[in-house]
């Protein structure tokens, strides 16, 4: 993976959000108020980056809850899922703990957004992650991306035929 | 757009001619309030249409967050292979601040089948892999949460308020019509 920085602020990507082939660039985020999480750690296996807008969606089956009840479809292709938004570590906890969630909520938080303006999945306007889906093959290359309008919850089709399609 | 990847088959749970000139699948979970909502929504649909419109239902149930669905969802589908699935899919929407195993019970007594067979149904789990594969294969078309609705394959992503559906059936009407 590239070790580019998760402090610098400035996008390397513009109109879109990084395609298939691209490198996935590394991060450390806080995944719990006193841990981190860094991207290339996880280097050996295929890895499902979820950003999305905001905890606390206000429906049943939100994107992240539906995930989470997915996650054994997802853990048959040895697959990692990290779910990525601009929420604080305490939010993310709050959330995770009120919905069950059983899979690593990462802090976008400081500088805001700043892991998702590497992947080119940043709303500046409204200054929260786009609803945009990664596939990582084992090598830390996007092996598929695709981004959701942000009031459409993408499901999880794509991302399994993704995991699918990742040579074995 | 998501589309439907499992084609309706015999053992759907199907209310509707197969001729209907629209299709409409309602993936849901028999906990989730929203999911309450749209049965009463649905039926006022399918009076609206009457044999233009065909119902199908899947399970879809979020056990994370609704630790009653699924076993709800076995319950339907124990209804079903004694041909009572429709009865007992709308009286779990009606009771569903009552769901639990007394209330299974109730039904099925009500409905004049087995109590002791449901419950060792339940217990047993005879009907859980039936709701996975519902399950998996919603997962498979797109289902994005409860309930998602498929209107001739393709999803509703749109609300499923009565207008918003209508409208949006009506449209798979004319293109039904047009190709």
Redesign the interface.
């Known amino acids: 993976m590239a070790q580019s920085s998760a402090s610098n602020v400035t996008p390397i990507h513009s109109g879109g959000i990084l395609p298939s082939g691209a490198v996935a660039p590394n991060f450390t985020l806080h995944v719990t108020p006193d841990q981190t999480l860094t991207l290339s750690d996880l280097l050996g296996r295929p890895v499902i980056l979820a950003f999305y807008p905001a905890d606390w969606s206000p429906v049943c089956g939100d994107q992240m809850a539906l995930y989470n009840e997915i996650l054994p479809e997802f853990r048959k292709f040895g697959a990692e899922l990290l779910g990525v938004s601009v929420d604080g570590a305490w939010c993310h906890d709050a959330f995770a703990q009120n919905r069950h969630l059983h899979f690593p909520l990462l802090a976008d938080f400081e500088p805001k957004g700043a892991v998702a303006r590497q992947y080119g999945a940043y709303r500046a306007a409204d200054g929260v992650c786009e609803r945009a889906l990664f596939v990582l093959d084992k090598n830390g290359m996007i092996a598929w991306s695709y981004c959701s309008p942000v009031a459409v919850n993408p499901g999880a089709d794509g991302i399994l035929q993704a995991l699918e399609d990742l040579p074995k | 757009m ?1 589309t439907l ?1 499992v084609p309706i088959a015999v053992e759907d749970h199907v209310q509707g001619p197969e001729t209907a000139d629209v299709t409409l699948v309602e993936y849901g ?1 028999y906990e ?3 999911c309450g909502q749209a049965y009463l929504i649905v039926q006022q649909v399918q009076k609206h249409f009457g044999k233009r419109l065909r119902l199908v239902f899947r399970n879809f149930p ?5 630790p009653a669905a699924e076993a709800a969802a076995e319950v339907a589908e124990f209804a079903g292979v004694q041909g009572k699935f429709w009865e007992m899919h709308d009286k779990l929407y009606e009771n569903q601040e009552r769901l639990g195993e007394v209330l299974y019970l109730e039904l099925a007594e009500k409905l004049k089948l087995s109590t002791t067979a449901l419950h060792q149904a339940l217990e047993q789990r005879t009907f859980e892999a039936r709701v996975r594969a519902d ?2 294969g919603g ?8 309930p998602t609705f498929f209107i001739n394959g393709h ?1 509703h ?1 749109g609300s499923f308020d009565f207008e918003t559906l209508i409208s949006a059936i009506h449209q798979a009407m004319g293109t039904a019509k047009s190709v």
């Open positions: 998501a990847k979970d989730c309030p929203y979020l056990s994370e967050m609704h399950f998996k997962v498979r078309s797109g289902v994005n949460g409860t999803r992503d």
